[in-house]
């Protein structure tokens, strides 16, 4: 199709030489998927049977690309491949790719024209513009159709789609992950509570500072770490009322956060808790693969970030000294003056698009489909998150207790939780410790104060252009005004300048696309 | 006129004779010579195509036959970006600063060493001072920001101790580029001496001794016999280098650069990738690489011609 | 290289013990993190955490080897690294030297045209989707060839080595020729003898080039039983990375990275083994070859 043919038995014959020295060992691989007859498809999907029996011919042939963690990864023999297979009734192919190389795989891979059945994407670029271009099959109207995709959450769902529409079936991820880390021995030290409100929380950053939180009598603390990655400031801004990057104004017209009062409101209360000191005076510098050792070390007591850094924090405090009750608690944002709000992630990480090239029908489609539908299956769940009871896991109590595994059954599971998609009745899990319980509460309930932004699903051109110069120009001026290097009146100049890069434009495609999109 | 016509083509037979004649004496060279240029023809030129793609707004999906032709649109956007002035004088004083500093410091490195006459201490010198080499820039960096930082960083200590001030060496945009070039000498010094260390193996030491009876001293001796031997190393290298000119490493400057130095941290390298993350790299970073390249060759055989007219090789 | 030092007059004494002085501060200076890397990979994850430079672990623990090695992986793709490194350095050397012999040649007849060929690739290049499909459409996808082949020959080095070439002594090959040698068996009998400093320091650049080399195993070998130490390693390391900041790539159920201690260990068992190839390779650095053959 592309006609990118090489004049190959020249090349060959020529490569042929060159190769006397070298032993190759050159693995063909290009299987021809989908030829084979579709089956007919069964309405609803049975879940209680461990191998549905119902289905009939031959399995379905499919190939997909995922990403790898892991280097060392399963094959065919793996136990938990065949049951995989067996359960979904195909013959497939894992294509994993180690994580690091995934973007240029994926591209050379769009590039050769051969894609696999199923592959794993996120929205950049070249896949927006294949999208446009008609190589994956537009899924949303049939997810209506099946029990756990069905079940997808509608703002995650607008965030994965393209112009409009749906292409993939997304790979759930917690949307309210944030949360507030305290050193639990330093509040009881100082008989303080977590922050319910900003108040409070600058409160415990300044006692944490200037209280002498672990008693020993020296001026070593000081409130938060902060590094070179912006996450923290990016989650306390919506504390305050800043909208998740886009907000709309009193007309209904969108703009970027930073153009909003409360941004403003939120820098000003970042620079006063940077003069203070509360929190590292290097931040703006600082590099973040050593963000957690100041928490760990005790020199700092609060962590702005995911929540389940909580449960990373403990146990590195717990390899230095154990204690008993966990050092770390965590909690929800505290209320600020525009209610209580927090930043969401965007609830997914990758979408199974389905290629045109390799299912021709809406038959064949609707095969697939069903074989994402039923890894969704609490079967399929326990099977591709833990592996196989009885040999890899135990299930006591309604709680999934991990083996303990040695290099070859723990090769066995590897990588296979790159499949699942989270959609549908959730599974069993780990027993939870106290402070995974703390975790999953402030999960839960930040589901209800989360704050969408607009624009996300929104495919800006202007950005593709020059977005990464514009987020560079308000990002070093916020964080210069934090460090104190501008004022006020040098942060609206770095906003005028941002319009005048073609932030402007960038403000009015947005609004375009925004009522565009509200129109559909 | 008939004459003529003969005696040319005459002359053009005999020379196609006398071609065909010294391809025959040199056969074994052009034998010796055909397992490269085949390597070059298949690896290097059949891919070569791939530079169309800087004139069209490529996506893998359709192909360079699919994807639209957008003409010089890409070099447009490039120079006529606002920023092109900021990120090609971060860029040039850059590489001055490297070609400055840090080129000339391999070559110092190895006349120090050639100068070393306990030969067990010159090893291990070698060994050592080439081990940063394999010390990938993340962990560089890493060790920068803790050595440097002013939140208890050692050599920031020392620095308050000496002088009762602080510095900020990773925040001041003032010591941005010589962090830069620190950190190269640094990592590369060592590796840069291998090189000039084997050219200084085939200066013949009876030259040394007939100095020496002769009465030169050793400045005399480095002056007339060590440089000349690695000199014509030396232009190669620095020819080499002209070609890769703009060409400052992503990585390093990547995580060097943050928002307090960001002005002078930009360069073209590093200002491709963001725009890459963005809006799919290809077109764009491939116009920028070929604006890169273009500016290299001038500057090779700029600089070949002129090595060629003081009396050196040069690389052709 | 033994001159006497008797003639050594007081200011070059000065240099001496400045020269000494400055190349220990040196060698101190780049090998002191490298001495931290390797305590630290043997120190615990409290200890690295705690203290920020150390030239001793405080209580070893061998448990960064014992997680890297928990799997006959590793060895495996050390034993690739290997295979890639010896036959890929073989291969660039025989096709960089045979070339860059022909070309020191001056009266080569095309000698300019090739040259311009090989500066003109030095700086223009296709990019990685076009080298990607010529791999393919030669059928190497998931071969060793993948990896070697397209970095047979470096430029650089190329252009260096012909340079070299082209300053040994005119008059040896000559002889050569008058003894009734083709231009082969000048090259093979007398080029090459001559040039082992040369050969040594560049089969050193290509070696140590295909042992970190990663980007291109990853993009040709799909199969992860020939990945090279290198991918495996750095697999590891990547996986520690995105813990940093990264949060909607991570899953919920994400394993616990590994700790400090692990990637420095990923890094001692990357490097040591090439830097144990330069010690041998020093000694063909260490006197003039030429002598014996030309004053013969």
Redesign the interface.
């Known amino acids: 199709m ?5 004049p ?1 038995p020249f ?2 014959l ?2 042929a ?3 006397v ?9 290009g299987s021809d998927a989908g030829s084979n007859p579709p089956s007919g498809h069964t309405g609803g999907t049975d879940t209680d049977s461990q191998a549905p029996s119902e289905q009939k011919g031959e399995p379905l042939k499919l190939s997909i690309m995922v990403p790898a ?5 399963p094959d065919k023999s793996s136990p938990v491949w065949q049951r995989l297979e067996e359960y979904t009734h195909t013959d497939l192919e894992i ?2 790719t ?4 995934y973007s ?2 994926l ?2 891979t ?4 051969e894609l696999p059945t199923i592959i794993n994407v996120g929205k ?3 896949v927006i ?2 999208v446009r ?1 008609g ?1 994956f099959w537009e899924v949303g109207p049939y997810l209506k159709d099946y029990p756990n995709l069905s079940q997808a959450n509608e703002i995650v769902l607008n965030n994965t789609s393209i112009d409009g529409k749906i292409y993939g079936v997304y790979r759930a ?2 949307l309210g ?1 944030m949360g507030v880390t305290y050193n639990m021995v330093w509040l009881e030290n100082l008989g303080l509570e977590p922050a319910k409100t900003i108040d409070e929380f600058y409160d415990i950053l300044w006692q944490f500072t200037y209280n002498d939180p672990d008693r020993n009598g020296k001026d070593d603390t000081y409130g938060m770490t902060v590094t ?2 912006t ?1 923290p400031w990016d989650i306390m801004q919506v504390w305050f009322g800043a909208p998740n990057k886009w907000g709309e104004d009193e007309n209904g017209k969108l703009i970027p956060d930073f153009m909003t009062p409360e941004y403003r409101e939120a820098l000003k209360f970042f620079r006063k808790i940077y003069e203070e000191g509360l929190v ?3 931040f ?10 100041p928490f ?2 005790g020199e700092s007591g609060v962590f702005v ?2 929540a ?1 850094n909580a449960r ?1 924090l403990n ?2 405090m717990q ?2 000294e154990p204690r008993d009750k966990p050092y770390t608690g965590v909690f929800q944002a505290p209320v600020g003056p525009k209610g209580h709000r927090d930043l969401p ?2 609830g ?2 990758g979408m199974f698009v389905i290629s045109k090239s390799k299912v021709k029908t809406e038959e064949e489609l609707r095969r697939v489909l069903e074989f994402l539908d039923r890894l969704n299956d609490v079967e399929m769940k326990l099977l591709l ?1 833990y592996g196989i009871e009885g040999r890899h896991y135990d299930l006591v109590d309604g709680y999934v207790v991990p083996r303990d595994l040695d ?1 070859s059954l723990k ?1 066995e599971i590897e990588g296979f ?1 790159q499949l ?1 998609m989270f959609l549908g009745e959730p599974e069993p899990g780990y027993e939870e410790t106290e402070i995974n319980q703390m975790i999953n509460e402030v999960w839960e309930a930040n589901e209800a104060i989360v704050v969408g932004n607009p624009a996300e699903p929104l495919v800006s051109e202007v ?3 020059v ?3 514009l987020d ?1 120009i308000i ?2 001026a ?3 005004y934090i ?1 104190g ?1 501008i004022n006020d009146e040098e942060f609206d100049a770095a906003i005028d300048l941002w319009m005048r ?1 073609g932030g402007e434009e960038y403000i009015q495609e947005i609004n375009e696309l925004y009522e565009a999109a509200k129109a559909h | 006129m008939e004459t003529t016509i003969h005696t040319t083509d005459h002359m053009k037979s005999e020379q196609r004779r006398s071609r065909w004649a010294k391809f025959k004496k040199d056969l074994w060279l052009y034998i010796l010579l055909f ?1 490269g240029l ?2 070059f ?2 690896f290097k030129y ?1 891919p070569m195509w791939g530079v169309v793609i800087a004139f069209q707004d490529y ?8 994807s639209k032709w957008v003409g010089f649109e890409h070099f447009r ?1 490039f120079f006529n970006n ?2 092109f002035f900021r990120l090609l004088r971060n860029t040039l004083i850059l590489a001055v600063y490297d070609l400055v500093f840090f080129f000339p410091a391999p070559i110092i490195a190895a006349l120090m060493l050639n100068e070393i006459r306990v030969g067990i201490f010159k090893r291990i010198v070698q060994t050592a001072i080439y081990v940063p080499h394999f010390i990938s820039m993340v962990i560089v ?2 060790m920068t ?2 050595f440097l ?3 208890g960083g050692v050599i920031n200590e020392l620095v308050y101790m000496i002088t009762g001030q602080k510095i ?1 060496f ?2 001041d945009p003032a010591w941005f580029r010589p962090l830069i070039i620190m950190q190269i000498m640094w990592k590369e010094t060592g590796w840069g001496t291998i090189i000039f260390l084997a050219a200084l193996s085939s200066v013949d030491v009876e030259q040394y001794e007939a100095a020496i009876v002769d009465g030169a001293t050793r400045w005399q001796r480095l002056w007339y016999i060590t440089l000349p031997a690695i000199s014509s190393t030396i232009v190669i290298l620095l020819i080499l280098r002209l070609g890769n000119f703009l060409d400052t490493g992503f990585e390093q400057i990547f995580l060097m650069t ?3 130095n ?1 002005s002078v941290a930009d360069v073209f390298d590093t200002y491709v990738y ?2 890459g ?4 790299a ?1 077109s764009y970073s491939t116009a920028v690489g070929l604006f890169k390249s273009v500016v290299g060759i001038i500057l090779i055989y700029g600089s070949n011609y002129f090595a060629k007219k003081l009396g050196h090789e040069g690389i052709i | 290289m033994n001159i006497s030092s008797k003639y050594d007059s007081f200011g070059e004494r000065v240099f001496d013990v400045f020269n000494y002085l400055f190349l220990t501060l040196f060698a101190l200076i780049t090998v002191m993190p490298f001495v931290y890397i390797i305590a630290g990979s043997f120190a ?3 200890e690295l ?2 203290r920020k430079f150390f030239l001793f672990p405080r209580d070893p623990s061998f448990n960064a080897y014992k997680y890297i090695f ?4 590793i060895f495996r ?1 050390i034993l690739n690294s290997v295979y890639i490194t010896v ?1 890929g350095t ?2 660039n050397l ?1 096709f960089t030297l045979t070339m860059a012999y022909s070309l020191s040649r001056k009266d080569l007849m095309g000698r300019n045209f090739f040259m311009n060929l090989i500066i003109f690739s030095m700086l223009f290049s296709g990019g ?2 076009p080298g ?3 791999v ?10 993948a990896v ?2 397209p970095g ?1 020959i470096s430029a650089f080095n190329l252009i260096i080595i012909k340079n070299f070439f082209q300053n040994l002594p005119a008059g040896l090959e000559e002889a050569a020729r008058i003894d009734g040698c083709s231009d082969f068996g000048v090259f093979w009998r007398i080029v090459l003898p001559l040039s082992k400093p040369i050969i040594a320091t560049f089969g050193l650049f290509y070696a140590v080039g295909h042992w970190n080399n990663f ?1 291109s195993a ?2 040709y070998l ?3 039983k020939k ?1 090279p130490l290198q ?2 390693l ?3 390391v ?2 520690s ?5 990264d ?7 994400f ?2 990275p590994p700790d400090q201690a692990v990637k420095m260990a990923v890094i001692v068992v990357g490097t040591v083994p090439i830097l144990c190839v330069y010690p041998f390779l020093q000694k063909h650095f260490a006197k003039g070859v030429l002598l014996g053959s030309i004053k013969g």
């Open positions: 592309k006609g990118k043919k090489w190959r090349v060959a020529l490569i030489a060159m190769m020295i070298l032993a190759a060992c050159s693995g063909g691989s963690f892991s280097t060392e990864l294509i994993w180690p994580n690091s190389s240029d795989k591209n050379i769009l590039a050769s024209g950049e670029p070249s513009s294949a271009n190589a991820r917690t992950r070179k990655y996450g590292n005076e290097d703006a510098v600082m590099d973040p693969a050593v963000w957690n050792d760990i070390n970030d995911v389940d990373r146990n590195s390899d230095k992630t965007s997914w990480s998150g290099a090769k939780n699942l950005y593709g252009r977005g990464q110069q560079n990002g070093d916020r964080i210069q460090v290097q890069s | 397992p085949v390597y023809i298949i059949l996506s893998p999906f359709l192909g360079v036959f699919g956007n606002p920023d960096a890493s920001y803790v930082t002013t939140n900020n990773l925040g943050n928002s307090l960001r963001f725009v993350i963005t809006q799919g290809f | 615990t994850e409290v955490i705690e928990s799997s006959d992986t793709s036959v073989m291969t025989a990685m989707i990607y499909l010529v393919k459409g030669l059928g190497l996808l998931n071969s060793y060839a070697i082949l047979a980007f990853l993009l799909n199969d992860n990945w991918v495996m750095r697999e590891i990547i996986l990375q995105f813990a940093a900041g949060m909607s790539a991570m899953d919920p159920e394993v616990e």
